[in-house]
């Protein structure tokens, strides 16, 4: 199980998107519905370096958090995919 405190202090750090990163970034951009802070999501999505598995959890996570939990709330209660990420609300 990841901790959200660990991540604070290595985000400033984070290392750019290696080609597979960046791949599955771009899809986890394509389908969370709140377009914001993109630098920010790919920071976090760089610190966390999701495994192959993870990022099927992830996808798999904001597909059920648009269907059920945000469905009809208007954008601004959305969070930021990095506040989403960094707070590992896909755990």
């Not at 377009?35 to 992830?58: F, G, T, Y």
């Not at 059920?64 to 990420?85: E, I």
Request: charged share 30%; glycine share 2%; net charge positive.
């Amino acid at each position: 199980m990841r901790d959200p405190e660990t991540l604070k202090g290595r985000l400033e750090h984070a290392p750019p998107l290696d080609e597979r990163q960046r791949a599955h970034f771009e899809i986890f951009w394509t389908i969370y519905p709140k377009k914001i802070r993109r630098l920010a999501s790919e920071r976090v999505w760089s610190v966390i370096n999701p495994s192959d598995v993870e990022v099927e959890q992830i996808l798999r996570a904001v597909e059920l958090a648009v269907k059920v939990q945000w469905r009809g709330w208007p954008a601004v209660h959305v969070p930021a995919a990095s506040r989403w990420l960094k707070d590992l609300r896909w755990c």
